[in-house]
């Protein structure tokens, strides 16, 4: 029991003993009633005997064969489970591979396109500077140390609202789902500046680790490839203009008029459809709904 339990979750030992314990209880019950069935006949010492029998055998019989089966099926779940967190994830940062960020960020653009008042953005692309020299002075395993303070920062940064990428080598992605203009620039200044203070003590008596950042916030519809290309060149632009930097632009696929245009026929369209409920409500005499027009 003890291996087991190293190697399952309580959760999972409490499954195999309800498996188990099921699994035995049937096995009996169906025992008992074919016993009953054609033994009945033959008179009740002959019946007595029977049914003892019929008991104790499915209990010795069932209770290894479930147990050894659940156990079987919860390893295999197990690994199941660690197969696709391989397939998700940076083994070494713990951030979303390039393939997994990619899917989750494609499918909330997704979801936005479908909405009439969707939320507002922001993709950051981070490089790490210098991350050569890094590892040529200081060892791989310094290197090692950097992306991985470099991803903790931008976690602790993001919270729940978004999702952290590594995009490969020492490139990453952090996509905020509601992003304001006044707060994703402050986002992205506070982790250039938390990985340059963790940076200090990778590597003492060197340059710090540093990153450089670019961001564009926007507006949807959009396109991922789109938008990746736009923080894309805000990146080069900071890592030009003297690196450890954050560069910020703020991008819609409408132009100012074309998109005030969008909003007001966004907002007049549920003010149709609100007024439309209303009128035929009051044309069946009835209150109007409070909630028509949310």
Not at 76 to 97: E, I, K, P, Q
């Amino acid at each position: 029991m003890k291996s087991l339990e190293q190697g399952l979750d309580r959760r999972a030992i409490i499954w195999i003993m309800n498996w188990t314990f099921s699994g035995t209880a049937g096995c009996t019950a169906v025992a008992l009633l074919i016993t009953y069935y054609y033994i009945a006949p033959f008179g009740g010492e002959v019946m007595a005997t029977s049914m003892r029998l019929a008991l104790f055998i499915p209990l010795l019989l069932a209770i290894p064969l479930f147990a050894f089966i659940g156990i079987k099926l919860q390893q295999l779940a197990h690994a199941n489970d660690l197969l696709t967190l391989a397939s998700r994830y940076d083994g070494l940062t713990g951030c979303l591979n390039r393939a997994a960020f990619t899917s989750d960020v494609t499918a909330f653009f997704a979801e936005q396109d479908l909405k009439l008042s969707p939320a507002m953005s922001a993709l950051m692309v981070l490089d790490a500077d210098h991350f050569k020299r890094i590892n040529d002075c200081h060892g791989h395993l310094a290197g090692d140390q950097a992306l991985v303070a470099i991803a903790t920062e931008m976690r602790e940064a993001v919270g729940n609202n978004g999702r952290v990428g590594r995009l490969g080598g020492e490139e990453f992605g952090v996509f905020v789902f509601h992003a304001r203009p006044e707060t994703i620039g402050a986002m992205a200044e506070r982790i250039r500046l938390a990985v340059a203070e963790r940076g200090q003590a990778i590597a003492p008596g060197a340059e710090p680790v540093t990153v450089s950042v670019g961001v564009a916030l926007f507006t949807y519809p959009a396109q991922y490839e789109d938008i990746f290309k736009i923080a894309d060149d805000q990146l080069y632009l900071a890592k030009n203009t003297g690196r450890n930097r954050v560069c910020l632009v703020e991008y819609s696929r409408l132009p100012g008029d074309i998109k005030a245009m969008a909003s007001q026929l966004r907002e007049g369209l549920a003010g149709a459809l609100t007024d439309a409920f209303r009128s035929g409500l009051d044309d069946r005499g009835e209150e109007p709904s409070r909630v028509a027009g949310r």
